[in-house]
């Protein structure tokens, strides 16, 4: 997994120590504990061969780890309010760290090998910046939580190469196409999901299905680029056809959906949903195949593993829990956060499922077989 982000909410003492936990998920034991000084953990993220952990905290403060030893290899000084992360290879034996804030509007570019910062990159007007990277690992897009300009930056020089046309767009999700080529931007104020053309920085379509009242919580696109879903929270659950946009599935007709990731090879939609329940979903029939309903709370997030096997699932009743794909049923819930989890994700080979909570903590299962 390349660029995992947790984006932390909820409020915790800033005299919170940063700790990371290593636990087996089978047993439930704790495996490592990674602790630095006082500041919130807001996001975590692997680096590309998902050896190392880097960790962005509230005070600014941006860690890396040994995910094996629980050592902290270097700290890296970030601008007030680290939330945001993504990490691009540059170069064979290269990585470059992006970041957002939340409390000003500069991205920030660091050597992930030397810890040198590379640059800031200046742009933008407003604060809640948020960032991802093109699957090429090529380019950058920076994008404000708040209506603001939508910049894209060369990761190697980091130079600007343009703002997508049209004044300002508003971005609390973005999703690049698998072939780099479209990006998706849903806002967080409304039902509104915006297409783009990176090569032109034109606006390709606009889709509005969600229904006036409702807020864009999760974009994704399928691994072959065919399909995209999106859901919303005050709405429903749909599949577009990512070559005409046009609407092809309404999965759920009702409630409202948290979070959606597909299975790596596009078959199985997931969806969280607040009425404490995940659904999985055949792409290709739009049947609902399962209803996981073990949750006593909002599901937050939602993840499968690189293999498709196990999905998990992150929830505001403060646990994570692990299900097998093929048969629905439960293989571990897994407690210990004293807040709600909101985020869960798998590193690349499957090893490492973490979990982000509202607790200020970031916890790391090891998946046992």
């Not at 399909?227 to 759920?252: E, H, I, P, T, V």
């Not at 949903?273 to 909002?298: M, Y």
Request: with cysteine; net charge negative; proline share 2%.
């Amino acid at each position: 997994m390349s660029g995992f982000e947790w984006e932390g909410w909820g409020a915790t003492p800033s005299s919170t120590p940063t700790m990371v936990q290593l636990w087996d998920l089978r047993s439930g034991q704790l495996l490592q504990q990674l602790e630095g000084d006082d500041g919130i953990v807001n996001c975590v993220a692997f680096t590309q061969d998902g050896q190392k952990i880097i960790s962005g905290s509230q005070n600014g403060k941006v860690r890396l780890w040994d995910g094996a030893s629980g050592q902290e290899i270097r700290r890296l000084e970030g601008t007030n309010g680290v939330t945001n992360l993504a990490i691009a290879p540059n170069g064979p034996d290269r990585e470059i760290l992006v970041s957002g804030s939340s409390y000003d509007s500069i991205v920030q570019c660091w050597d992930v090998a030397s810890g040198q910062e590379l640059r800031q990159l200046e742009g933008h007007e407003g604060k809640e910046i948020r960032v991802a990277i093109s699957p090429d690992g090529k380019t950058i897009v920076s994008a404000c939580l708040w209506r603001d300009k939508v910049i894209l930056w060369d990761v190697g020089s980091g130079q600007s190469l343009g703002q997508l046309e049209g004044g300002r767009s508003e971005a609390g999700s973005l999703a690049f196409s698998p072939d780099g080529k479209t990006l998706a931007l849903g806002s967080p104020w409304s039902d509104k999901i915006e297409l783009w053309d990176v090569a032109s920085g034109k606006q390709m379509e606009v889709l509005l299905a969600h229904g006036s009242s409702s807020r864009v919580t999760g974009i994704a696109f399928s691994p072959d680029g065919k399909f995209l879903a999106s859901g919303c929270r005050y709405g429903n659950l749909w599949l577009w056809d990512a070559g005409s946009w046009q609407q092809l599935k309404q999965l759920q007709e009702d409630g409202s959906v948290t979070g959606v990731a597909f299975s790596n090879d596009g078959k199985i939609l997931a969806s969280g949903s607040a009425d404490k329940t995940v659904q999985l979903w055949d792409v290709a029939s739009g049947e609902e195949l399962n209803r996981l309903a073990e949750h006593a709370d909002d599901v937050t997030s939602v993840a499968f593993s690189n293999d498709g096997k196990i999905l998990a699932s992150g929830s505001a009743d403060k646990t994570v829990r692990c299900w097998d794909v093929a048969s629905g049923e439960e293989i571990k819930p897994i407690e210990g956060h004293a807040g709600a989890v909101t985020a869960v994700a798998f590193s690349r080979d499957g090893q490492i499922l973490v979990s982000g909570s509202a607790d200020g903590t970031i916890r790391l299962w090891q998946m046992t077989r």
